[in-house]
């Protein structure tokens, strides 16, 4: 959430980040509100003053054993109504502006690319050379289906489309890139963190799944829970309505979660295989830091989830997200994309984002300074290190065999206890 102050003092600012998203949003609604308010809270203060001033009148004429007029006890009754009446109005313009507040996106950041899609989005590095095969390779559904790791015809049958079933060495493999993840994030500082899937609704405002998302969820009716998109929304509520301490940034948390999306604006794409599912296994990891380090921060959360690609060999590439291409939240955004051999090209397989203090004020998380004393929000940051399903597509693609097997990258192979998937005979 934006603060309203900087639509005060300086609404072009938001106005030019908003033009910059391709947002075309009316704040003339929000300023006429925000004047009516600060209005009503100088006439609430006036209407105390006045009462508390009728109010030593009355008692001090009742010390003096004198009865105060009743024109004096009539105004103090009406004072009492009106504050009551303005209180609660002014209740319910301070609900429209958070809701009005809670839907307008993040402000990009002025190293944010400026563009309108995913077609301005600009390559920071290209890591690793993708290998050139001497057979035409197979998509990781194909591969999987045949080694007997993968089925999607049960999964369908049991839940329904873009559901996967996981069986023998698939299950290793799985549970295998899960743990090679944690452990090297563990290496390099991170807390481990395994929080719930269910989560409130004041949970997903704060990290801005709620009010605007809200068809992408997928919702216990009965107990108004819900399921996590992602781990951000557990680990960084870890903290809502806390001060911390100066000395305890960076906090940096790394989790592994179950992921549950609906993905409701991605009718008729990648339907196929494990890279767009409503049921995944991520690892994710969350960083609370000082404003002035969040910069160098997000350059530091990205090299850390470059480094398990790195270590298991898989060519990838960075992409600056243009500010049309960014997230709600987000002020600035690198995607990870790995080499998917089958198709012949780069697959998202992570996004790392900045969002300064904007989660930290909708969930209202401080740091105290030691040194000025002075309480400010920490900026948040949080990337995917990595998507387990699509490492797993992306193995299977890039280390398939002409003969069908699949040989297990090096660092995976103390977790599966084997070198190679082969097919059944």
Known sequence: ???????????????EGLKKRGQDINLDELMSWDADR??????????????????EKIGKLKREGKEPEKELLEELEQLRIRIQEKEKFLLNLET??????????????????????????????????????????????????????LDFERASKISGSRFSLLKNEGCALERAIISFFLDTHKKNGYQEIWAPYLVNKASMRGTGQLPKFEEDLFKCQEDQLYLIPTAEVSVTNLHRDEMLDEKQLPIKYASYSACFRREAGSYGKDTKGLIRNHQFNKVELVKFVKPENSAEELEKLTNNAEEVLQLLGLPYRVMALCSGDIGFGSSKTYDLEAWMSADNMYREISSCTNFKDFQARRM??????????????????????????????????????????????????????????SVKK
């Open 96 to 149: 429209q502006i958070e809701d009005f507040l809670m839907r307008i996106p993040n402000i990009p950041d002025e190293t944010t690319p400026v563009g309108k899609d995913e077609k301005d989005n600009v390559v920071v590095r290209v890591v690793g050379e993708p290998k050139k095969f001497a057979f035409k390779p197979k998509h990781h559904w194909e591969i999987g289906e045949k080694l007997g790791i």
């Open 38 to 55: 600060r209005n009503i809270i100088k006439e609430i203060e006036d209407a105390r003053l006045k009462r508390n001033s009728d109010s």
């Open 364 to 421: 209202n998380i401080k740091y105290k300074s030691s040194q000025s004393k002075k309480k400010d929000f920490v900026h948040t940051l949080n990337g995917s290190g990595v998507a387990v399903g699509r490492t797993f597509a992306a193995i299977l693609e890039y280390y398939q065999q002409e003969d069908g097997s699949v040989v297990i990258p090096e660092v995976l192979r103390k977790y599966t206890g084997f070198d190679v998937i």
């Open 1 to 15: 959430m934006l603060d309203i102050k900087l639509f005060r003092e300086n609404i072009d600012v938001v106005k």
